[in-house]
């Protein structure tokens, strides 16, 4: 089981430490960023301009493998570490022998979703610094004895009140500590449902629902999609009072292929009728994934953003001396006849949201200077990334970037990596699924409901050869 | 600012200002705080000593202060002091007693928390004395009306099992423990089966033994508690043996739809439990399994959507379960393709099940995805992309082509890896399809320049001495690797000498200087023995026989494989078995991550590592001396001629084919056991089968015992029924008794986790009286001379050179005394039937005979024995030498017997 976990800080240092059973020498996590900062993205050093670029901070190192076994110095034994990586802060669970790596895994992505929960996203080292108090209890909830034990963000809640903003807005004032002066809280036992929160009162009673469709594709340089794949999710905002029996229904459930629940959900109802029947925990939580059956994909599809991009990295035999230069020049165009819009929405001028790029530049382009008509663009000089922000994008709009590439001697690129699109687009839906029915049972009220159809880009790529 | 550098107090709810105050004197402070009236300063105090702890600082000093706070009615403040508490209870556990009665006052407080984090915290400070106040609270938490309380209380029981594993049986916690897997409360639950799990982990008692109620009771918390709980259930039911396939389907329709769970440790293990009952079934029902097979496959699939770290993992238990059934996943290849921004950790795992997963439906859109990877940033993915497309070409011969096709597009990008990686499979492909594809040699001859790895030159030397008649300037080619001969790497050099000669035996006018001048440099120049070997080798075949070196140097190679499907199907098995372990992340067999016992088997291994020097030098004296007894125990043993001529006749002459190994009944079961039926056991082999025979003697049952089922738990031999039904036929009434015959297979899935120490010869079994419903347990021990195969007779040689290489150190040694009978001829025949072989027999000093005997299990294990007899004495002396010292004593124990009746 866990023996032991580790909160490392984005320069290596152990912020967090928790023994749980026996004690694992500080020099594992030493170990651990000898080979994790090698592979760091930037020079030996932590990219702080990398987060400005990307909404989503590029990963500070990706080559470590999520399981290594660490020798134990002075001794023959080793131990593993697991390792996931959350906001530029690594966790570490060390396990001195067999274990389920997924229960691990997951354990580890569970507790760095609880600290967004209690901290606000991101989770940095300050957040943790900021609460340790709490991390510690939280942690003693999660785990004894090295097992994973209550993660269910309504039971911790019940049991440890996360602090709020007004209680520090207060303590700053006042100056005193707001988590002595908390009447409430704790007050809890274990609630029968481990997911749900005893006792929750709302005015008003509120549920949205969204069906949100994130479409993976790569498309070749002249706009042909090479391969595209959906993946769905049911994300619900449960605002609720009491307990709330609810009653999903779809109003083509034939639509999916292949889905994974949330615990709250009852399998068997699912699998009898196509109903999904759950007692939903308070707040915001993923009711359910699924992938969508093929055949209903089988007339293929349609991006809605046509991109063409070309890279010109000038003539191979050069014979000046002066500096080897390039070009580089990136249009961007909505297309209405894409599959995400429908009759009705063709009609009046297609709205695409928060479109963006990213293009990674190869390793010769010692530096580029970007223009573009519409948006802002930043390039990070140390991960050679530029990220260029069009916000939305409509059929009328021909937004283009252009510019000039220093390279690096007269090499041609030996790589090409593949330019990254995301967008958002309200109202649509890949696969045409939608609600057929929302019900609430059990409670006397009548809440409002929101549903809506969601589809944006998951990793949506443009090769560029 | 000043007010900034005012005491911490000011800037709020920021735990982080605990990390600053850094200032001589703060110990004595924070004891003043920690002493303060007022409770927000004491809270604030205590979460200094915790940040200084954290950051490595001792304030252990602090420790009555800090307990001080305890008696508080603040719960957060008493969890920040337990905190404390739990931190230096391991490094000073004499403090940690101190604070005993705190704990036994907390544990009956109002307050289910408070209760719960005393009894906690108890458990985590592991001094002994501590248990003796320990028990009584844990007993009383154990069923205290509240499920945290419980919950808890469940997690301490394990704990206490690591400290005293006796008091815990004493005090009946393990009872307690299966009462709470029926607990309302899901936690409970879950934590319940996790305590139970661990304990017969670490035991390797099987205090989780699943009988035909708990099963029931672990499928119906499967679906209440939480999601770790599930994990650990599905993993005790993967060890269960389910009694028949009817049982093993209901199981699995239980257990199909944590499929659909959120959580992936959920459902990989789920994934586990209905491969390993899939094996069980057996192939008698194909439906069913084309069923389940399709239902795994879209999990497995949406596990590739998540995190890349679970990503990892499916992958590598992807890899297994497309090697064990490649059917399952078939279809699905496009999944398998690599994103750009996958890490390089997932796209390497990808890529190999691309290359498990690729056909010749498919194979067209697979080399257009690794040619993309072939231009992508890292190396080592474009390299083993490249390598791919080779093993592609090695694996489906009518995609060859096609491959190659895309070989040699690479090879005009002119990278240089890509270009080097490209020449190292496209030699293996001209070593699957010799003759087929020289055409293409010339465009590799163009890139001779770009090649700078010595894999790279070795293959591409090998392709030149290879193919030296069609290419006109092959001589001209070696001639220039030829130059930098003495820097190569040696493999380079290797290939260098071999090619010359190739290339000689084939134009031996153009390239006789060239060939002098390389053997010149293999066996002069050089230091390295192989490459000084090799020159001499050739150097001498060329000289005598030329004709000779031709049929050995450029003689017919085997074909290589497509390795691919590399695991050894035993071990596939084994790991099949492990789906969502380690084991299957390293692709090793369980036994490797098996914790050893308590420092013990550290101190163990230190002491042997230290030994290992001077062992092998008295190893070395050893072989000395042995080498001067040796010859002459050889010279002894072969002038046994007459001695084995009679033994060979008499051996003949009494094992006749009516002989049969005596069956040995033992009563393993008695009536009150298993509703009024005695039940007798044992084991022996015929025609090479292992068979238990039972013997059923209706005592009191008022039903005929007619039809029943077999079970039997892992063991330390993998024995297994074949067919789990046992019919009596006619019906056994009451009073009366039948046998029935069960046939027995050694499969290394039913194999009990290795222990260290003697291996158990129990077998545990359960039957099932289909009539009654009635499940009943014993345990029967084995003997293992049932399981010595017939093929055991070892050549005389090989046991000379086994038993000399068998360490002293794991020889057992044994007398017998009061035998029935010391006539060796006899005795050698008995054991002949038992498949114990005859080595050989010689005099020793003082009128003693020395017999050897060598058997072997089915499952391979080795044995070899010198049985020495004394003329005139009854007794025997039994000296058994083994590499698997675990089973020693149990053959030991055989030969006795055998020996005795």
Redesign the interface.
């Known amino acids: 089981m866990i023996q032991s976990l580790f909160i490392l800080s984005p320069t290596g240092e152990i912020l967090i430490e928790r023994h749980f059973r026996g004690m694992t020498p500080r020099s594992v996590c030493d170990h651990f960023w000898e080979r994790a900062s090698v592979s760091l993205n930037h020079h030996g050093g932590v990219s702080t301009t990398s987060t400005v670029i990307s909404s989503d901070p590029m990963p500070l190192y990706d080559t470590v493998p999520p399981i290594m076994e660490i020798p134990l110095d002075g001794s023959e034994k080793s131990i593993f570490l697991f390792s996931i990586l959350k906001d530029g802060l690594s966790y570490l669970a060390a396990c001195p022998g067999e274990i389920a790596p997924l229960l691990v895994i997951e354990f580890l992505h569970r507790v760095a979703d609880i600290f967004c929960e209690y901290f606000g996203s991101p989770v940095d080292e300050s957040a943790i610094k900021d609460n340790f108090s709490t991390v510690y209890q939280l942690l003693e909830e999660m785990v004894d004895h090295g097992w994973p034990l209550t993660t269910e963000p309504n039971a911790l809640q019940a049991m440890i009140r996360p602090p709020d903003v007004m209680g520090k807005i207060l303590s700053v004032v006042t100056g005193v500590s707001s988590e002595v002066s908390s009447p409430k809280a704790q007050s809890g036992t274990l609630p029968n449902i481990p997911w749900r929160r005893a006792g929750v009162r709302h005015t008003p009673n509120e549920i949205y629902l969204d069906i949100v469709e994130e479409i993976d594709a790569v498309v070749d340089i002249v706009g042909n999609v090479i391969s595209f794949d959906v993946a769905g999710s049911v994300e619900i905002q449960s605002k609720l009072s009491g307990i709330p029996d609810l009653l999903l229904s779809f109003k083509d459930p034939s639509i999916i292929d292949d889905c994974s629940f949330h615990p709250c959900v009852r399998y068997a109802r699912y699998e009898s009728s196509n109903i999904v029947s759950f007692v939903p925990p308070d707040g915001s939580f993923t009711l359910m994934r699924y992938r969508v059956k093929p055949n209903v994909l089988n007339m293929g599809f349609t991006p809605p953003i046509v991109c063409m991009p070309s890279f010109n990295y000038g003539s191979e035999n050069r014979n000046d001396n002066a500096e080897p230069k390039g070009s580089v020049d990136v249009k961007l165009t909505a297309r209405s006849i894409s599959t995400l819009f429908n009759m009705e929405s063709r009609k009046t001028n297609v709205a695409i949201e928060d479109v963006s790029l990213t293009i990674p530049f190869p390793k010769i382009v010692k530096t580029a200077n970007l223009k573009v008509n519409v948006g802002q663009v930043l390039y990070d000089e140390a991960s050679k990334v530029a990220k260029w922000i069009i916000g939305n994008l409509d059929e009328k709009m021909r937004p283009e970037l252009s510019g000039e590439m220093k390279l690096d001697g007269g090499k041609r690129p030996d790589q090409n990596p593949s330019l990254t699109i995301s967008w958002k687009i309200p109202s649509s839906s890949m696969s045409g699924l939608a609600v057929g029915g929302l019900s609430v049972t059990g409670e006397t009220y009548r809440p409002y409901k929101g549903v809506r159809n969601i589809a944006r880009s998951g990793r949506f790529f443009v090769r560029c050869n | 600012m000043p007010s900034i550098n005012l005491p911490g ?8 200002r ?2 600053t105050t850094q200032k001589k004197g703060e110990m004595h402070e924070l004891k003043m705080e920690l002493h303060s009236t007022d ?2 300063t004491k ?2 105090a205590v ?1 200094k000593v ?2 200084s702890m ?1 950051v ?1 600082k001792d304030v252990s000093s602090l420790f009555t202060d800090v307990l001080n706070c305890v008696q508080t009615g ?4 008493k ?2 002091v337990y ?1 404390y508490l739990i ?1 230096y209870s ?1 490094s000073q556990p004499e403090l940690a007693l101190l604070a005993v009665n705190t704990f036994v006052k907390d544990a009956s407080d109002p307050n ?2 408070i209760r719960a984090l005393a009894v ?1 915290t108890m ?1 985590c400070i592991r001094v002994e004395k501590i248990t003796e106040y320990l028990c009584d609270p844990l007993s009383r938490a154990l069923r205290d009306e ?3 309380v419980r ?2 209380a469940a ?1 301490c029981v ?2 206490l099992y ?1 400290l005293a594993p006796a008091l815990v049986q004493e005090r009946g916690f393990l009872e307690i423990l299966h009462d709470l897997i029926s607990d ?4 409970v639950v ?2 319940g089966v ?1 305590a139970l799990s ?1 304990i017969a982990e670490t035991s390797g008692k099987d205090v989780m033994k699943i009988s035909a109620s708990v099963l029931q009771k672990l499928l119906a918390a499967l679906n209440e508690c ?3 709980g599930q ?1 650990f259930i599905l ?1 005790s039911l993967a060890k269960y043996a389910p009694a028949d396939a009817r049982e093993a389907e209901g199981i699995i329709e239980r257990v199909t ?1 944590r499929l ?6 959920v ?3 789920a994934v586990k439990v209905i491969l390993s009952y899939m094996e069980l079934m057996g192939s008698a029902n194909t439906d069913t399994i084309r069923n389940l097979t399709r239902k795994l496959a ?2 497995l ?2 596990l590739l ?1 998540s ?4 990503q ?3 992958l590598r238990n992807i890899n297994l379960i497309v090697q064990k059934r490649p059917s399952i996943l078939e279809n699905e290849i ?2 398998f ?1 690599c ?3 996958d ?3 997932v796209k390497m795992e990808k890529l190999e099940i691309i290359i498990k997963l690729v056909s010749e439906k498919n194979i067209d859109q697979v080399l ?1 995805e690794l040619k ?1 990877y072939a ?3 890292d190396v080592d993915f474009v390299r083993k992309s490249v390598s791919a497309i080779g093993r592609c070409a090695v694996k489906l011969e009518r995609a060859a082509e096609r491959c190659i096709g895309v070989l040699l597009e690479l090879i005009q ?1 002119k ?1 240089n890896y890509v270009v080097q990686e490209s020449v190292i499979v496209i030699k293996d492909i001209f070593r699957r399809y010799p003759n087929r594809y020289e055409s293409i040699i010339a465009t590799l001859c163009d890139n001779l320049d770009t090649l700078d790895e010595p894999q790279a030159k070795a293959s591409m030397i090998w392709i030149i001495g290879e193919y030296a008649e069609r290419i006109d300037n092959a001589d001209e080619l070696l001639d220039n690797f030829l130059e930098t001969f003495e820097e190569e790497d040696p493999s380079v050099q290797l290939q260098l000498l071999t090619a010359t000669v190739k290339c000689f035996l084939k134009n031996p006018e153009d390239t006789q200087d060239m060939v002098q001048r390389v053997l010149d440099l293999a066996t002069e120049e050089s230091d390295n023995p192989d490459l000084r070997d090799r020159g001499f080798i050739y150097w001498r075949l060329l000289s005598t026989d030329p004709e000779a070196a031709k049929l050995v140097v450029l003689g017919d190679k085997p074909v290589i494989e497509d390795d691919t499907f590399k695991l050894e199907p035993n071990l596939l098995n084994t790991l099949i078995g492990q789906i ?4 299957s ?2 692709h090793k067999p ?1 036994e490797a ?3 050893r016992a308590s420092g013990r088997g ?1 101190m163990h ?2 002491v042997g ?1 230290d030994d290992m020097g001077e062992d092998d030098e008295e190893d070395y004296e050893d072989d000395e001396g042995i080498e001067q007894e040796d010859p002459v125990d050889l010279l002894d043993m072969g002038g046994m001629g007459i001695n084995d001529n009679g033994a060979g006749d008499d051996l003949f002459g009494s094992s006749t084919p009516q002989a049969e190994q005596a069956v040995r009944f033992v009563k393993v079961c008695s009536e009150e056991k298993s509703g009024g039926i005695d039940v007798l056991a044992a084991y022996h082999q015929v025609n090479g089968n292992v068979l238990m025979e039972l013997e059923f003697q209706n005592k009191s049952c008022s039903v005929p015992v007619s039809n029943l089922a077999i079970q039997l738990n892992k063991n330390a031999f993998g024995l297994s029924p074949v067919n789990q039904q046992i019919i009596c036929n006619p019906p056994v009434q009451v009073g009366s008794s039948g046998t029935a015959t069960v046939q027995l297979v050694a499969n290394r899935s039913m194999l009990a986790p290795v222990q260290p120490g003697p291996a158990s010869p129990q077998v545990q079994v359960a039957i099932k009286n289909m009539a009654t419903s009635q499940v009943f347990y014993f345990a029967a021990n084995f003997n293992i001379d049932a399981m010595f195969s017939s093929g055991g007779q070892m050549d005389r040689n090989a046991f000379i050179e086994t038993w000399k290489n068998i360490d002293d150190g794991k020889e057992i040694y044994s007398t017998v005394s009061d035998l029935p009978s010391t006539d060796i001829d006899g005795i050698q025949a008995k054991f002949e039937l038992y498949n114990i072989f005859f080595i050989a027999r010689r005099q020793g000093m003082d009128g003693q005979e020395v017999v050897y005997f060598s058997m072997k299990t089915m499952t391979g294990m080795d044995f070899l024995a010198e049985l020495t007899f004394k003329a005139g004495v009854n007794a025997c002396k039994i000296c058994l030498k083994t590499e698997n010292t675990s089973y020693g004593h149990l053959v030991k124990n055989a030969i006795e017997n055998l020996l005795r009746f």
Do not use: C
């Open positions: 107090k000011n800037d709020g709810g920021h735990d982080s605990f990390f409770r927000n809270v604030d979460k915790i940040a954290t490595g603040n719960i957060e403040l969890k920040l905190l931190n391991k289910p928390l906690r458990g509240d499920p945290y919950k808890t997690v394990a704990k690591d309302s409360n899901p936690s879950a934590n996790a661990e939480t999601e770790w994990v993993d739809p659909q769970h959120a959580n992936s440790a459902v990989m293990s879209p999990p699939v949406t959507n995190e890349p770290e679970i990892y993992v499916a496009r999944v393709f994103k750009y921004n890490p390089i950790y257009l993309e231009t992508e940033v990008t990278v969502a372990t380690l084991s992340i390293y369980p991550f098996v914790v550290v291994l230190g590592g």
